[in-house]
């Protein structure tokens, strides 16, 4: 089924306005918790571990430098990260959320069709479609004399973009069904067609359920890419293991040079949950 | 069978279609291997994150701010960083930490192994998922039934053991499902800690045999029905236990 | 499309004839048949599960029938050729939940349907629907979501979002079910002004003092069938039918 | 079919896939450039050329469809020269570079032949070619990493009893007794395998071109050269490349 | 733990006195004494949102009161050494909603909480359990669950799930509402079985007619005060309280 949820137990939605109203009694959200403390506390031993490990070996260059030095260079990596979840989760995301709404078409044809496409690339391995991405794309497209390359990148996009885009289609769909039918017969009683249908009443009700699931696939996706380094991009774990062997091995290196990564894609990542969770809160006080 | 096995050699020889593991016996058995170990592997891990989640949920609705403390910094932890690090973290920082053993060549060697590192990483890293999935569960099991239990007498255990959880947990069967297909898929990271699933072996076999299209689809099969027999299953399940009158 | 053809006011606006119905094995609907003149307010009552939400859910072609005939301003509500969209817009129903539209305000649930659907100016139909909310009382409460009002409130929602359609014909599932006596009374006061505005209104209804009050005539249904009728005075006063004896006997 | 290297001189630069994480033959240095023995093979290439050069990293997974798919013009990637390479890309005789497998292992483990291997864990290198020979001949249980700095750390920690691996980098890493002074390299020196340096299927022109370059620099102790400057002992093959053409 | 420390049948099994119970800054009960003897049916109504469920959830500990003492079989309720279990074994309570679990079958609703709560033995249990809904006149939907029942059947399920426990007291927050007639008049005979077996009975209920057959005492609550009290017969004939009068003349 879905990221997505929930073919929800009726009373649930009116229990879910209640609480809403109690918060907007307090006067605001009722903050969750601070995972923030916990997280520097364990930055903090991260780095002691690394300062640590450098005193060890007193004539070899210090962990902490080590780092420094090569900190530019996995940045540039790191950018690949992000840009490709970024791009590969909004292209995702425009086909995925289509193909959803096509899953509850009237048309046998299109509803078998797109749930077939949905279930193919929701259950196959994310690096084998990678790979494959790699495999029967070329590496520049010629169209009308003009050479389009297309570098590593773009295609590690659009090789995530494909997962996406069937994790997507599933939160949309698995969203849609979750509504009440009720609003369903009373829109259309109320001589709203289909579309109108769909678009002003179902659709607005279903952003709520459908962030959490959404932003968890964003959260996946960011780490999954990673995985890039199959077609060839310089990724920011491709770069880490070039570096690790560029330092010769130090096994001293690998805890803290990995620590380091973790560290980033938890700053960039952690917000962007809160952020959601924020979002999520701001649509449940409308409902 | 033997006729089976050199037909595919042929084929090779023909073709160029390389599937070694049909007419090569080792590669054959480093295949067989690897798929037994991803499935003992997604089952082990299915297992024991389901368990992480339903403990989880059950702790974050603690009345204890440090309890649910702990386990928010545990959700956001895993979930915010690339299980391919988590594992090595696991298995380099967490592996070298714990006590060593004398194994059977008389050498030292870490208490755990890399198959029991990655079931405990994956475990964790979908665990943390699973928290959030059951907690969304539970909310959505209306209080008033809740406050049926307790006016019946039960206690918080009680009630959450055989009212709430068996709620939550139809409720939120297609988002459990949805991660544990991830959870599968995601085994395939193993390899990295050299777990000999799956991927790990069709990456031997293609260095020794440059086959990688082959391997590759090979790999998109086995996977693809491996999820879509988890998916049958759990639909199957979802199905026998829908409560008439509820869901859609 | 918005064909009177033949009909005229002196004809039944609502024309039911011989409508049977059935959800695969279960026999819902077993030849009913019932005519509804303009203006005119009729009450269904009887049994839980004898056909009276699906009768009206069928006046509405939410559900297709299997047999007989059912017109609206003499326009057959279950030719396949029929725009459904039209029918809707002559005929608005309420529904026993409400089913607002969570995410929207009072008001703006009342204004969409005329605005998305008919296409109305922004503007008019704005001070139409805040007319419509004070008509039933909800001056004050046009900014709240549904969420934030009571059940009696949301019931009045919903009857000024089907009325801001301007309907020919209103249906009413069981409006005023759960709500308190106090409720009740206006939820009543507000269908009996509709129909001194000429109205005209098919209710389904478990409240017998309300249906005492509102209708002009009552329908007694039981297995899917009509068992009786009769202008509300002779109808509690000297039913006929046993089984319709038997129901009213059981009342309180 | 136009001649890559008409196309080459006609777009400036030559393109070549090279190892980034396989010190000291091809790694990144800290402004991302990548350096090493291969590296500087790739700039007397385009030297020779009169062109630019530009490297694409590869890895043992996915070089050989980088090359077919035009990716890249030329590939000097570490790969050992084998049979069935051959048949997928076009392998330049004579051979540039070869080595030879060893393992470093403690030195209290006290392995003197291959056969000491039998049914120990062994760690090695994903990707190499010689895991499947120890595993199949010898009986080791090969364990994989992606990275030499994963194989270097589990090797600490006890995970596998020795190092599979070229034996040149075994003998560099050895040179540092401050954290390998119990290690050794005790077994005796197997499959001294040549490397081959690829092109496409098909590019006679740029074959011939490669294969007089190759023999150039054995004929004038390039590598030897590049060796002794990447701090690697020069090995036998180099050696006796050199001795066979420099007289030619 | 099962103290009837000083109390005997003589005195009231339910005393509330002078009982305040406010949520944030909203008062919901502001001073409300009640007494109810053993096997006495009493009725509380009064329009929405005047406190009758939340006194009712205050009797069963289900919220904490503010002020003021309730005592069942003489044990002070808001003692907070006293053990909540212990109290819902006394008292019953069945919800306006059901709030059956929706996962398990009729009869298995009946028999969770003897078993896991009062880990009785399972086959005694089932016995009681289809004698019970034999007593709700629900045999043959023993195996139905909740979503396949009507909600009159849900309703005496409900009933008969908070009869398993063997209470002294039960609490019953408006279990007709949005019943049918029919079914009304069953659930009716139901309680009134239940009150001459000798069960306590606090009832909440929008249904006069209802109140007025099964009471022995009727209370009338407006703003968290009771405004009026007495037997039926009188309370509906002679209204004292202007309120109550208004309210008794709104209903149809
Ligand atoms: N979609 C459906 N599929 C199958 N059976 C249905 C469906 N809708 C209604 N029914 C059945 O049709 C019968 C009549 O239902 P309906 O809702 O019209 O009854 P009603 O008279 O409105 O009862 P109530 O007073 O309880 O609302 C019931 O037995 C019901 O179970
Ligand atoms: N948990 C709560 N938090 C805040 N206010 C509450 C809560 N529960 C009830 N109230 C308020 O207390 C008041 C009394 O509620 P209660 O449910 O007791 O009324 P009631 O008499 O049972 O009404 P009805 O007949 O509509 O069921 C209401 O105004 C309600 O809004
Ligand atoms: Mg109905
Ligand atoms: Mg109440």
Redesign the interface.
């Known amino acids: 089924m879905s990221g997505t949820d929930l073919p929800v137990l009726l009373p649930a939605a009116q229990r879910l306005t209640e609480r809403a109203r109690r918060e907007r009694e307090v006067g605001g959200p009722i903050p969750r918790l601070q995972a923030r403390h916990g997280v520097w506390l364990a930055v903090i031993l991260i780095f002691s571990a690394g300062a640590a490990g450098a005193q060890a070996g007193a004539e070899q260059e210090s962990v902490l430098s080590i780092m420094l030095k090569w900190t530019p260079l996995l940045l540039k990596g790191f950018v690949f990260n992000l840009a490709i979840s970024f791009l590969a989760m909004v292209g995702g995301t425009i086909v995925g959320a289509l193909l959803g709404i096509w899953q509850i078409s009237l048309l046998p044809p299109v509803r078998a069709g797109s749930w077939l496409v949905t279930q193919f690339f929701r259950n196959a391995p994310w690096l084998v479609l990678l790979f494959f991405c790699m495999f029967l794309l070329p590496f520049q497209v010629e169209v009308f004399g003009l050479v389009i390359p297309l570098p590593d990148w773009i295609k590690a996009t659009f090789g995530l973009a494909l997962p996406v885009m069937a994790n997507v289609s599933e939160i949309v769909r698995g969203a849609i069904q979750s509504i009440p039918s009720g609003q369903w017969e009373s829109s259309e009683s109320l001589a709203f067609n289909r579309r109108q249908t769909l678009w002003q009443i179902i659709m607005p009700q279903c952003i709520k359920r459908m962030l959490p699931p959404w932003m968890n696939l964003y959260a996946i996706l960011t780490m999954a890419t990673v995985l890039a380094s199959v077609v060839g991009v310089s990724e920011v774990m491709t770069l880490t293991g070039q570096v690790l062997s560029a330092e010769g091995g130090r096994t001293d290196l690998l805890v803290p040079f990995y620590s380091y990564i973790l560290l980033w894609f938890f700053i960039y990542c952690y917000p962007i949950a809160r952020w959601t969770v924020h979002l999520e809160r701001h649509f449940a006080v409308k409902t | 069978m033997e006729a089976f096995f050199v037909w595919f050699q042929w084929l090779y020889d023909e073709t160029g279609v390389n599937l070694t593991y049909f007419y090569d016996s080792f590669d054959r058995g480093r295949m067989i291997g690897g798929f037994f170990t991803t499935i003992w592997l997604s089952v082990v891990c299915l297992f024991f994150s389901t368990i992480i989640g339903i403990v989880g949920a059950w702790l974050q609705g603690s009345r204890l701010v440090w309890t649910r403390r702990i386990v928010q910094g545990y959700i956001q932890f895993f979930r915010n960083t690339p299980p391919l690090v988590q594992m090595y973290f696991f298995f380099f920082a967490l592996g070298n930490l714990l006590p060593r053993v004398k194994n059977e060549f008389g050498f030292m060697e870490p208490m755990l192994g890399n198959f029991t590192w990655a079931a405990i990483s994956l475990s964790f890293f979908a665990g943390a998922f699973n928290v959030e999935i059951f907690r969304s569960g539970i909310e959505a099991v209306p209080e008033s039934t809740r406050e049926a239990a307790e006016a019946l007498g039960y206690n918080r255990l009680q009630s959450y053991m055989y009212v709430v959880l068996p709620l939550a947990f139809r409720v939120c069967l297609p988002a459990l499902n949805n991660n544990l297909v991830n959870l599968v898929k995601t085994t395939t990271l193993a390899y990295a800690i050299a777990v000999p699933e799956l991927l790990y072996v069709s990456n031997q076999i293609w260095s020794d045999s440059v086959n990688v299209p082959e391997m590759m689809v090979t790999l998109l099969i086995l996977y693809v029905a491996l999820v879509g027999l988890l998916v049958w299953a759990m639909h199957r399940w979802e199905r026998a236990i829908r409560v008439p009158g509820y869901g859609i | 499309m918005t064909a009177t053809q033949a009909w005229t006011t002196d004809q039944p606006i609502v024309r039911i004839a011989d409508v049977y119905k059935a959800f695969g094995a279960v026999d819902v609907l077993n030849g009913v048949s019932l005519n509804v003149m303009k203006g005119e307010v009729i009450c269904i009552i009887g ?3 004898s056909g009276k939400s699906t009768l009206l859910r069928c006046i ?1 072609a ?1 559900v297709p029938i299997n047999k007989g005939s059912i017109q609206v301003e003499g326009q057959e509500v279950h030719d396949p050729k029929l725009d ?3 029918l ?2 002559k ?3 309420v ?1 026993q ?1 409400y ?5 929207k305000t009072a008001v703006q649930n009342v204004m ?2 005329p605005i ?2 008919l296409k109305q100016d922004k503007t008019e139909v704005e001070a139409r629907a805040y007319a419509l909310l004070k008509k039933v009382r909800l001056e004050g409460k046009e900014h709240s ?1 549904p ?2 009002l ?1 059940g ?1 409130q949301q019931q009045r929602v ?1 009857i000024a ?2 009325l801001a ?1 301007n309907p020919d014909v209103m249906l009413f599932d069981e409006v005023t ?2 709500l ?6 206006e939820v ?1 006061v507000t269908i009996r002004e509709l129909a001194e505005e000429g109205m005209t209104c098919l209710l389904v209804t ?5 249906a ?2 509102v209708a002009d005539h009552m329908y007694f249904t039981d297995r899917g069938v009509i068992v009786e009728q009769g202008p509300p005075k002779e109808f509690f006063a000297n039913p006929k039918d046993p089984r319709t004896q038997e ?1 009213l006997g ?3 | 079919l136009a001649d890559s290297i008409d196309d080459i001189k006609a777009r400036g630069t030559l393109i070549v896939g090279v190892k980034a994480d396989y010190k000291p033959y091809g790694f990144r240095d800290p402004s991302g450039a990548i350096i090493g023995i291969e590296p500087e093979l790739a700039q007397d290439v385009a030297d020779k050329l009169g062109v630019k050069l530009e490297m694409v990293p590869v890895v043992s997974s996915n070089r050989m469809q980088f090359l077919e798919q035009g990716k890249v013009d030329l590939m000097i990637a570490t790969m050992t020269d084998r049979p069935d390479r051959r048949k997928v890309v076009q392998i330049v005789d004579p051979n540039y570079y070869s080595s030879g497998t060893n393992v470093m292992s403690q030195k209290a483990a006290g392995l003197k032949k291959w056969e000491d291997l039998k049914g120990k864990p062994v760690c090695g290198i994903q990707g190499a070619f010689y895991n499947k020979k120890t595993q199949e001949e010898f009986g080791a249980k090969i364990v994989a990493f992606k990275g030499t700095a994963e194989v270097y750390t589990a090797l600490k920690q006890g995970s596998c009893v020795g190092f599979v691996y070229d034996d040149s980098a075994l003998i560099a890493q050895l040179q540092d007794t401050a954290q390998w002074g119990d290690y050794e390299m005790g077994l005796p020196t197997i499959d001294d395998a040549p490397w081959g340096l690829a092109v496409r299927l098909g590019e006679a022109k740029f074959a011939k071109l490669m294969s007089d370059m190759i023999v150039g620099w054995h004929k004038s102790g390039r590598i030897l050269e590049l060796e002794t400057k990447n701090g690697v002992a020069n090995t036998p093959f180099a050696k006796a490349m050199h001795e066979k053409y420099k007289n030619m």
Not at chain 3, 206 to 210: I, S
Request: charged content about 25%; hydrophobic content about 40%; aromatic content about 10%.
């Open positions: 049994p839980s599960g509405n939410l459904k969209l039209e809707r817009k005929v608005g129903m529904f939940q089913n607002l539209f969570p995410h969409m349907a998305t659907v979501y969420g934030e009571s009696g919903a979002r089907s359609m079910a759960a308190d006596p106090e409720t009740v009374k009543l478990h409240e017998m003092g309300f005492r009050e129901f059981q009342i309180l």
